[in-house]
């Protein structure tokens, strides 16, 4: 096992391995990515792996539609099939600002040359013929939109990685990092299976790098503490306006487009009582329970209720 590389990845999720692929790629030699347990068993392997083109953001959307092209190119170079399925993202619109928002998204997809449609809500039916449209003020369509394996597409890029020289060695866990001015000095210890369980063992190494990237997923906290750095990582939830009764159990703040910031509960009460709810102007009378904690809510393409209530959750 090398103890001196010119880049040192820890972290064999999607994103660990991903980064190892591109700098070998892009012609850095001698990387090597570290992963405490196997690839993809962190972060990765409970990921839903959608891939959505849409979004506002003019980098973030050439970087969408990098992917999507990179994760088509993969099974051809590797042999081994990425899991992508092409099958089509309709996103709704039950207002005509919605709508806005979405034909303004179209100039950046146009900007990159992203395919995408414009739907009535009678081309909306001819595509979708279960759903109700009588409330819908019109869709954005991408046909390219689709989902991946996460964990396949992993595979896949370690065995594109290795083939371009990238040494990639499980069960080595890092438990500190040092910069002396020059290069990291990187301990690394040896991980082993005892009843079930993946404990550290007494071997250790110190790896020695000029540059290191972090990609460690869950243990980003771990990973900052050993740096001396704190990560900010919050709970929160975005919707609606809480009925007055949540008001009282958690507070809230108004921000700005009329949604509300919840502080969510701790563990210990990560559920509210059965009376707390959420209230919208279009619909006072239909509540829905807050959700558990750390999960994001807003009143997408979802719709509840005969009366069409804005207040419709679309958790994440």
Known sequence: MKTHVKALVVGGGAVGTGIAYHLAKYGWKDVMLLERDELTSGSTWHAAGLLPLFNMGYATTHL???SVEFYKSLEAETGLNAGFSVVGNLRMAQTKERMDEYMLYGSTAETLGIEYQKLTPNQ????WPLIRTDDLAGAIYHPTDGYINPADVTMAMAKGARQMGVSIERKW????YQWNGDEWKVTCTKMIEKGGNLIPSDEQIIITAEHVVTATGNHAQ???????IKIPAIRRCRGARPRHSARAWRGYQAHPRGTYEVNLPRARDSHPPPSLGRWSPDAPEIHRPLPSRGRRV??????HGSQGAAAAVAAQ
């Open 64 to 66: 969408h539609d990098y």
């Open 222 to 228: 771990r990973t900052a503490k050993l740096l001396g």
């Open 298 to 303: 807003g009143g997408g393409a979802s719709r």
């Open 124 to 127: 909306i039916k001819e595509r």
């Open 173 to 176: 866990q890092v438990d500190g």
